[in-house]
């Protein structure tokens, strides 16, 4: 999915830049801006938008701004993104549904699903396959997660001890990219645990909202803060 604009994730009028709301005035916020990540109804997005419950990370209301150009996203459909500008500091922004990552033709559940699979074994060849997508493709999805896993394993797992301070150690895997993979779901799971209204979305687009649709991109940082 190519997107030529900043991209901002669900924020909370009133609240913390960049953040997504959960229960208890807990909020999930994320250190990459400029990207809001929307959730995944887009009827919801307008209500927001039009209730002024979408800002900007400067803490502006964001307004309608017309849209994107439309894209396929594999897996998830037509996409035709919503785009609003901010009525504090006029930059505008694309709003990214969770489903999906910042320069990826497919969606995150088919990429996660490749992720699993790899983790458990599979080559870039059996898993293309077995999705119908390009070896090529399947293959970059693979280099891309593989190249920044450590860095995923570092802030997924600063994520899960925010998220859930008792958690115990996970399964350890032989390479960092099954390890990877499974603080992902450790961090889900302990998100629906303690925040309960994540439960709607899927692990991988959560781990999409949580690095700004960049799972597969260099940077990536992220951070649970209480807003209590
Ligand atoms: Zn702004």
């Not at 990552?101 to 458990?120: P, Q, S, T």
Request: glycine share 12%; with cysteine; proline share 5%.
């Amino acid at each position: 999915m190519v997107c030529d604009d900043n991209l901002i994730t669900f924020c909370r009028r009133n609240g913390p830049p960049r953040s997504l709301p959960g229960r208890e005035g807990r909020s999930l916020v994320l250190m990459e801006a400029p990207v809001i990540m929307v959730g995944t109804d887009s009827v919801e997005v307008e209500r927001r938008l039009s209730a002024g419950e979408l800002a900007c990370p400067c803490g502006g209301e964001l307004a309608r701004w017309g849209y994107a150009r439309a894209r396929t996203v594999r897996g998830v459909g037509v996409l035709r993104p919503r785009r609003a500008r901010c009525g504090r500091c006029a930059v505008t922004h694309v709003l990214l549904m969770v489903s999906c990552l910042l320069r990826r033709a497919d969606g995150v559940d088919v990429i996660g699903a490749a992720l699993r699979w790899k983790a458990a074994g599979a080559g870039h060849r059996r898993i293309a396959e077995r999705l119908g997508r390009p070896v090529a493709t399947v293959r970059g999805w693979l280099r891309g997660f593989a190249r920044h896993a450590q860095g995923v394993c570092s802030a997924f797992t600063a994520l899960l001890v925010r998220l859930d301070p008792l958690t115990g150690p996970l399964p350890s895997h032989p390479s960092l990219f099954a390890d990877a993979v499974e603080v992902i779901g450790g961090c889900a799971a302990a998100a629906r645990r303690r925040l309960g209204v994540v439960g709607a979305v899927s692990p991988w687009q959560l781990a999409a909202a949580f690095t700004n649709g960049r799972l597969l991109a260099a940077g990536l940082t992220v951070e649970l803060i209480n807003t209590n």
